[in-house]
């Protein structure tokens, strides 16, 4: 055989091995992929799936450091969980990550390789990038069914040696999969957080119950467990349809156990329109964190259809004490206010403030909107009458919540113009305690 056919022998040999070798590889990679994805999708805890996804995403890249940033309540990007290669979380000021990056990707949903970042002038200016000395970054957008929830980020200080269009496949199945397990668990949290409002509600009827045997029960306690349902109501009925779209989630829970949930909720709430007036509620005061209370009561119904259209604005003073009220009943005062806002209004702009007044000791919460406003013969009534401007209203809830807050030793006010929106003023004393937020 002469010179010239022996190399190109030997070239051809060379090059059917690499393929075997390329081949083989790639069958390696997949049945990563395929673990990995089965992985993920033992579980429904959250907490649990957040961690495998990130584990395995720092795995596959080859990483030394991985960050998971979801979209959070209020619809900003927000780092759930850091960790790095050997599992371990990493502690809040190493949450260094460059934001134009991960800004960048979470907009365009493409992904981002960057092979050696401190020799790459597109990236000089990154503080983060320079000061950490990052060399290979990879970034993923977390995507379902055209909903972004956030993105998968990793990185490293070293170059690896890996092929770029084949760490950017894998990585973009692995986030592909990792956002369909984070969506689900995120849905499951939120089903199992309602199913335990299930059970609040359920043992708020047989409290009632109680009561009425006794001549207690007011009908202050009807219009309050009836909101209470209505609540828990809307979010069983938007984790069903959820649920009907999610064909994984709906076979991992018990559909029937979601059912029989709504059915005794609609029975709940028929039972509370049905309850009779008698005593008025016994104030249970702990001291608390009233600002923390309003968070609480905005991230609860941030997630409920009827407040989808609307925008909910707080603004706290950091200065406002802790001091002593009654937790629950001030939920209350706040969802009825909410509630009748967007139902006034179903784009409503509610803005919710509070206000420290060291001089009198007194703590002021502001609920304001932009709806369509009372008239004032009907204005002059709201607090102390049975009167209402719903169809299926019963005229209990204002004056309801007049007499919490009275009963807290406070005042409550009303001011509303037509076509302009309606504010209401409370105010509770702050006696309990000096200490502050």
């Known amino acids: ?127 983060s990038i320079q000061s950490l000395r990052l060399q290979t970054i ?51 949290d939120k089903l199992q957080k309602a199913f335990q409002d299930v059970q609040i509600a359920n043992d708020q009827l047989i409290k009632s119950d109680r009561m009425i045997s006794r001549g207690k029960m007011a009908s202050e306690i009807s219009h309050e467990l009836k909101n209470l349902v209505n609540v828990v109501l809307l979010q069983l009925q938007y984790f069903q349809s959820s649920i009907s779209m999610n064909p994984k989630l709906g ?42 209370k309003i968070k609480q009561t905005v991230k609860y119904i941030r997630t409920l259809k009827k407040y989808q259209k609307a925008k909910l604005e707080i603004s706290l003073d950091d200065n406002v004490p802790i001091f002593s009220f009654d937790e629950k009943q001030i939920h209350q005062v706040l969802l009825n206010l909410l509630n009748n806002a967007v139902e006034a209004y179903e784009e409503a702009t509610i803005k919710i403030k509070t206000k420290y007044f060291p001089s009198k000791n007194i703590v002021q919460i502001v609920v304001s909107d932009n709806g369509p406003g009372i008239e004032k013969e009907v204005l002059n009534k709201l607090l102390v009458s049975k009167i209402t401007t719903k169809p299926d209203g019963n005229g209990y809830g204002l004056p309801i919540c007049r007499k919490i807050i009275e009963n807290h030793g406070g005042t409550m006010e009303i001011e509303s113009e037509v076509n302009k929106g309606t504010t209401f003023f409370m105010t509770l004393s702050a006696k309990s305690s000096d200490t502050k937020m």
């Not at 994805?37 to 959250?46: A, E, F, R």
């Not at 950017?168 to 849905?187: M, R, S, T, W, Y």
């Open 1 to 127: 055989m002469e010179l010239k056919d022996l190399l190109i022998h030997e070239e051809i040999k060379t090059n059917a091995v690499n393929k075997t070798f390329e081949g083989e590889n790639r069958v390696k990679d997949l049945e990563l992929i395929l673990h990995v994805v089965k992985t993920i999708n033992k579980s429904l805890i959250l907490e649990e799936v957040l961690q495998l996804v990130l584990d395995n995403a720092i795995k596959v890249a080859k990483a030394e450091r991985g960050f998971l940033i979801l979209l959070n309540e209020e619809g900003k990007l927000q780092c759930e969980l850091a960790r790095d290669e050997k599992g371990n979380s990493l502690p809040e000021d190493a949450y260094q990550v460059s934001e134009t990056i991960v800004q960048d990707v979470f907009t365009s949903t493409e992904s981002i390789f960057i092979e050696n970042a401190q020799t790459d002038h597109r990236y000089e200016q990154r503080k």
């Open 138 to 188: 990879i970034c993923s957008p977390l995507v379902v069914r055209n909903e972004k929830i956030g993105i998968i980020y990793v990185d490293s200080r070293s170059i690896q040696s890996i092929q770029k269009d084949e760490i950017v496949d894998l990585f973009e199945i692995l986030a592909g999969q990792a956002a369909i397990a984070i969506k689900n668990a995120q849905l499951y």
């Open 251 to 292: 076979a991992a829970i018990e559909n029937q156990r979601l059912k029989n949930s709504i059915a005794s909720v609609q029975r709940i709430g028929e039972f509370a329109q049905g309850l009779l007036e008698s005593a008025p509620m016994k104030l249970e005061k702990k001291p608390g964190n009233i600002n923390e």
